[in-house]
């Protein structure tokens, strides 16, 4: 039996375990630099290393990459589930709860909330391991377009 579009898609990732990912069709990915932790349908889990680029004028992990790394892991979760159709954004809810540094290592996982037939809902938590600190949590929409 040929094994299924998400186990295939997790097979494929699954070789990235332990690496910085570098080779991702997603070229904001690609600059974030995350390394791969884990990879299951519908869950993903990446750490970051906050850079200098990363931060804002107060030298913190800038709110807007904040929202970048959720919504980039957050579409790459939806290719582990092995759809067929494609899906897009139409909305992120974020809150945002302690700073992170330049040089922190931050950890982000992705989940499914609901699976609905034309929109799926995930969420994506980010950590700061190292103060065992919660930094964000964010939810998105993602609709079905074919």
Request: with cysteine.
């Amino acid at each position: 039996m040929e094994p299924s579009l998400s186990e295939q898609r997790l097979a494929f990732l699954r070789q990235s375990i332990g690496k910085v990912i570098t080779d991702s069709p997603s070229n904001f990915m690609n600059w974030l630099a995350p390394v791969l932790v884990k990879a299951e349908h519908g869950i993903l889990v990446c750490q970051y290393t906050i850079r200098k680029e990363m931060t804002n004028p107060y030298q913190i992990l800038h709110g807007g990459v904040t929202a970048g790394i959720i919504d980039d892991l957050i579409g790459a979760t939806v290719f582990t589930m092995g759809l067929n159709e494609r899906y897009t954004t139409i909305n992120n809810y974020i809150d945002y709860f302690s700073p992170a540094s330049e040089g922190d290592e931050v950890v982000a996982e992705t989940s499914i909330v609901k699976r609905g037939r034309t929109i799926l809902n995930l969420q994506c938590e980010i950590f700061l391991p190292s103060k065992k600190r919660l930094i964000a949590k964010g939810y998105s929409n993602m609709l079905n377009i074919g």
